[in-house]
């Protein structure tokens, strides 16, 4: 079966300061992968998606990239963090054929930016 | 550009009494409709969906009914049980450049009472 490993769950950082976020999928080949933020009590925000290796599409402008290395890798970055890029990152696979508009859900990153 | 609307946006109700979420889209070309619950610091998990060739779908106390033509979907759980209580996201997607797009509504968090 299929699983998605996201990491870290929590995470405190400077103003600043870099960022790496990182979640690999398991059983499954050419999935595709998605980050998505969900400020508090918000809903979820598309930020970035991936049909491929190094094929990155970004939903708004931002303060983040997105990299993925490899076919089931997927990171997200950033050189240096605002306040605002405070919330809970969620990374997310779908399969690429058959039934591929269902997404999966890792399990969160809760950031907060001071 | 694409939106979804969901409403209410809290919903308090009697353990046993029905509770219904509807939500609203824009996009005429969304074909593909699920719902997600996310209970406090987890990940989002699919509980339902249905396609737009569909007008309604159930599954034991969960019901989602379409209405293609006012653009309207609405999630439907009878006799709620405490453990219900969650924030519950509808989303809507259609395929574009190869993946499919989700629009997340803003979410609806429902407490059940015992």
């Known amino acids: 079966s299929q699983t998605i490993h996201q990491w870290p769950a929590t995470l405190v950082q400077p103003v600043g300061s870099p960022l790496s976020l990182e979640c690999t999928v398991e059983g499954t080949s050419n999935p595709n992968l998605y980050w998505y933020r969900q400020a508090a009590g918000r809903g979820l925000q598309l930020l970035f998606y991936?049909?491929?290796?190094?094929?990155i599409s970004s939903e708004v402008p931002q303060n983040l990239s997105a990299s993925r290395p490899q076919d089931r890798q997927f990171i997200l970055s950033s050189k240096k963090l605002l306040l605002s890029d405070s919330g809970f990152y969620l990374c997310?696979?779908?399969?690429?054929?058959?039934?591929?508009?269902?997404?999966?859900f890792g399990s969160g990153t809760q950031l907060s930016v001071l | 550009g694409e939106n979804v609307e969901q409403h209410p946006s809290t919903l308090s109700v009697q353990e046993g009494d029905s509770a219904v979420i509807k939500c609203t889209y824009s996009d005429s070309a969304s074909n593909y409709f699920p719902w997600y619950k996310q209970e406090l610091g987890k990940r989002p998990q699919l509980i339902i969906d249905i396609r737009s060739n569909v007008g309604e779908k159930k599954d034991q106390r969960i019901a989602v009914t379409l209405n293609k033509t006012a653009k309207h979907f609405s999630l439907h759980i009878t006799e709620t049980q405490p453990e219900d209580s969650a924030v519950y996201f509808c989303?809507?997607?259609?395929?574009?450049?190869?993946?499919?797009?989700?629009?997340f509504g803003a979410g609806t968090r429902l407490a059940v009472h015992p």
């Open positions: 989303a809507a997607s259609r395929r574009s450049g190869g993946y499919n797009k989700l629009i």
């Open positions: 997310a696979w779908s399969p690429r054929v058959g039934a591929n508009e269902k997404l999966f």
């Open positions: 991936s049909v491929g290796i190094g094929q």
